[in-house]
């Protein structure tokens, strides 16, 4: 009986220190979705538009020399038949500098903008991420993830909006 008295007893105490060490371990989480804010905060709105202001006027300028090449080769199909060939030649090299010369200041610009954008996008994760470390520390959260990486989460558990006032107002 003292032993079945003891081994009761040792369980009790387990039982209770699982319980204390599981409720130590239980860890304020919050969710953020992350590209719902970066769609609707003005910040990144005027970036994009910053981006485009900057960007757009080479890109329309392109748009017309593809157009223009487009155009020549139209010609040069439609008039082959009675061109003579040193005529046709020429053509043909012409479009084809046109061209390599279009997919070279095409390329160029890609690459501006995509490093333009990167650079504008880094400092708006930045801010965004210590947004949401000021907030996670203000609330007392121990764990804030982003919505893309949960596969469920209670809709109580969501701050967007939260941390989108607070970007908007850094």
Same mark, same amino acid.
């Given at each position: 009986?003292?032993?079945?008295?003891? #081994?009761?007893?040792?369980?009790?105490?387990?039982?209770?220190?699982?319980?204390?060490?599981?409720?130590?371990?239980?860890?304020?989480?919050?969710?953020?979705?992350?590209?719902?804010?970066?769609?609707?905060?003005?910040?990144?709105?005027?970036? @994009?538009?910053?981006?485009?202001?900057?960007?757009?006027?080479?890109?329309?300028?392109?748009?017309?020399?593809?157009?223009?090449?487009?155009?020549?080769?139209a010609d040069l199909?439609? @008039? =082959?038949?009675?061109?003579?060939?040193? +005529?046709?030649? =020429?053509?043909?090299?012409?479009? =084809?500098?046109?061209?390599?010369? #279009?997919?070279?200041? =095409? @390329?160029?610009?890609?690459?501006?903008?995509?490093?333009?954008?990167? +650079?504008f996008m880094k400092?708006?994760?930045?801010?965004?991420? +210590?947004?949401?470390?000021?907030?996670?520390?203000?609330? +007392?959260?121990?764990?804030?993830?982003?919505?893309?990486?949960?596969?469920?989460?209670?809709?109580?558990?969501?701050?967007? @909006?939260?941390?989108?006032?607070?970007?908007?107002?850094?």
């Amino acid at each position: 009986m003292k032993k079945l008295v003891a #081994f009761v007893s040792v369980l009790v105490i387990s039982a209770a220190s699982v319980s204390v060490s599981f409720a130590q371990s239980t860890q304020k989480i919050a969710v953020v979705h992350v590209q719902r804010i970066l769609q609707e905060a003005p910040k990144v709105a005027e970036i @994009n538009q910053k981006l485009k202001d900057e960007f757009q006027p080479r890109q329309d300028e392109l748009a017309q020399v593809q157009q223009t090449v487009q155009e020549e080769v139209a010609d040069l199909n439609k @008039n =082959a038949t009675i061109m003579e060939e040193g +005529g046709i030649k =020429a053509a043909q090299e012409k479009i =084809a500098k046109e061209r390599a010369d #279009f997919l070279q200041e =095409a @390329n160029t610009l890609q690459t501006e903008f995509n490093q333009a954008q990167t +650079g504008f996008m880094k400092d708006v994760f930045e801010d965004l991420n +210590g947004v949401i470390t000021r907030l996670a520390k203000d609330k +007392g959260y121990d764990v804030v993830l982003d919505s893309q990486a949960v596969a469920f989460a209670d809709p109580t558990l969501d701050i967007t @909006n939260d941390v989108l006032a607070a970007f908007n107002n850094s």
